[in-house]
């Protein structure tokens, strides 16, 4: 796998330098002619790109200027930061990508005549023609539908394999729980795009009495990770992706940024891309025969992970998991306000009292918060923005 990894990363590198303005630039800035990145070990000395890295550059500048214009498909995400980010690619390479997909969803337990429905914002007009024969095939339903319609059109369809947001799936149990018993019996969930909390996880599982298997992914190199089924842990995509963790001076690091480079991305090359996410390699040897790497649950995705000395960092899925579960809490919002203290803003539901909140949230800290970090329960008045649903865990260290 490394020989593989490492002849494609010259040719993507030397394609990038001559085909890309960014990165010959970047390259050229950095002194470092393409010729000089031969293995892995090289690769460091490429820096790193991050989003706002790319925000600043034309999408010209981003493309390769060797591929015709009516080659290039475009996806656009909206990313929760509000920035819409343009990836392009050729079919060629999306076809790449999408058999890399699926055969991590063929080990997560996927078989050939499985009917795949994905609930998604972006549902795709027409199917390709493998669908149509009927093996793998996979229908799109729109996300954006009220949840009790897409349930109903889930109930109608009968898939073997449900994919989706977890905020959707998880919306999908609560409406499912409360309806009572549910036609809908898929054998299996697969779980995408987004941070995967324990509690959705039982709560999705125990609505739907089928297991809950979580994709790590983005939309510059789709899948980048899978959860395992043998083992537990997430298997890093090698072939398709060099993934790289690393510190907060961009060294490689047993804990902390996730860094990705795409082997089958050359129309629009990213070459190590902050993905603003927190992962941690799992070292010890394992008995899995999937021979991919192997790492913990990424977190932090599009939110605010929590910094704390020593360069790790608390996951906000870790944090709304535990508060989730308090009773009688009603909005609030997680400030971190130093690397060694928190302040808990709470309001109670109607006919909850407020020291009687307090109290449940105090008892609830120490299993969510390290001891480093001390933590402070207040009563908001009127100080939980409209926004803290969306971002209920924030840092604002340096009073940013
Ligand atoms: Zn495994």
């Known amino acids: 796998m490394r020989a593989f990894q490492e002849r494609r990363l010259r040719w993507l590198v030397h394609h990038a330098y001559q085909r890309v303005a960014y990165y010959r630039r970047l390259l050229q800035d950095a002194g470092v002619p393409p010729e000089r ?29 060797d591929v015709a214009p009516s080659k290039r498909l475009r996806s656009i995400t909206s990313g929760s930061d509000g920035e819409p980010s343009v990836v392009i ?8 990508l999408q058999a890399h997909r699926l055969r991590a969803q063929i080990l997560a337990g996927l078989r050939p005549l499985d009917l795949r429905v994905s609930i998604t914002s972006h549902p795709a007009p027409r199917q390709r023609a493998h669908h149509r024969l009927g093996f793998f095939r996979q229908v799109e339903i729109d996300s954006r539908d009220d949840t009790a319609s897409v349930l109903c059109r889930l109930e109608g369809l009968k898939p073997d394999v449900v994919r989706g947001q977890p905020q959707t799936l998880d919306r999908l149990a609560r409406i499912a729980a409360q ?33 809950v298997v979580d994709f790590y992914g983005s939309e510059e190199f789709d899948l980048i990770a899978w959860e395992c089924r043998r083992c537990g842990l997430y298997h890093a995509c090698d072939d398709s992706v060099i993934v ?26 990213f070459l190590r891309f902050d993905l603003g996410d927190i992962a941690r390699w799992y070292v010890r040897s ?25 360069g790790r960092a608390l996951s906000p899925s870790k944090v709304e998991a ?4 308090v009773e009688g809490l009603g909005r609030y919002q997680v400030v971190q306000t130093s690397l060694d203290r928190v302040i808990v803003y709470y309001e109670p539901l109607p006919g909850a009292t407020p020291a009687g909140v307090a109290a ?41």
């Open 37 to 65: 990145i031969r293995t892995l070990d090289d690769l460091a000395r490429i820096p790193i790109t991050t989003k706002p890295d790319l925000r600043r550059v034309s999408l010209q500048d981003r493309l390769a200027d």
């Open 244 to 269: 790289e963790i690393v510190g907060d001076d961009g060294a490689p690091a047993g804990e902390g940024r996730v860094v990705a480079t795409g082997l089958h991305s050359l129309a629009m090359p």
């Open 89 to 96: 690619r050729t079919a060629g390479e999306r076809n790449a």
């Open 286 to 310: 394992l008995s899995c025969p999937v021979s991919f790497r192997s790492m913990e649950q990424p977190i932090g995705r599009r939110r605010d992970f929590l910094p704390l000395r020593g």
């Open 322 to 325: 535990g508060l989730q579960e």
């Open 179 to 211: 309806a009572g018993p549910t036609k809908l019996r898929p054998r299996l969930i697969f779980s995408g795009a987004d941070t995967l909390t324990p509690a959705a996880r039982r709560r999705i599982e125990a609505a739907f009495a089928a297991p």
């Open 360 to 400: 449940a949230i105090e008892r609830a800290c120490p299993a969510i918060f390290p001891p480093e970090l001390a933590f402070e329960v207040r009563l908001a008045a009127g100080a939980i923005p409209k926004s803290a649903k969306r971002r209920p865990v924030r840092t604002c260290l340096n009073g940013q």
